[in-house]
């Protein structure tokens, strides 16, 4: 089994984002669908909406812009999302690849 080590930086999506993220215009689809704009990952505890983070070591203000980033596009496809960038979570995650199947742990 292959896996890849990798860092997410994301939101958790409760009911709330949930619902908001259903509602998404069409036009903004997109930055749903597309991992280089926003990714969905589902661990044990939940699931959590953001990004990945490549690299062995990250900096600090790589991961300051990255907030800012992510929650401005999360405002844009979930309008009225009120949450701010100090409820981002940093996580490090092991991606293992089995076949078709990707199964993301820590």
């Known amino acids: 089994m292959a896996t ?5 930086l ?5 009911e709330d984002l949930e619902r908001r993220l ?6 903004d689809k997109t930055f749903l669908e597309q991992p280089q704009y926003l990714e969905r990952i589902h661990l ?5 909406i953001g990004r990945r983070l490549d690299g062995e070591g990250i ?3 790589t991961i300051e812009d990255s907030v800012r980033n992510v929650a401005s596009l999360i405002k ?3 309008p009225g999302w009120q949450k ?3 409820h ?6 092991e991606e293992e690849i089995t076949h078709n199947d990707v199964i993301v742990g820590f």
């Open 59 to 61: 900096s600090v203000s």
């Open 22 to 27: 259903k509602n998404c215009s069409k036009s």
């Open 84 to 86: 701010s960038t100090q």
């Open 76 to 78: 844009r496809v979930a």
């Open 10 to 14: 994301g939101f958790e999506v409760d």
């Open 4 to 8: 890849t080590k990798f860092f997410f």
């Open 88 to 93: 981002a979570v940093l996580k490090a995650l």
């Open 44 to 48: 044990d505890e939940g699931h959590l």
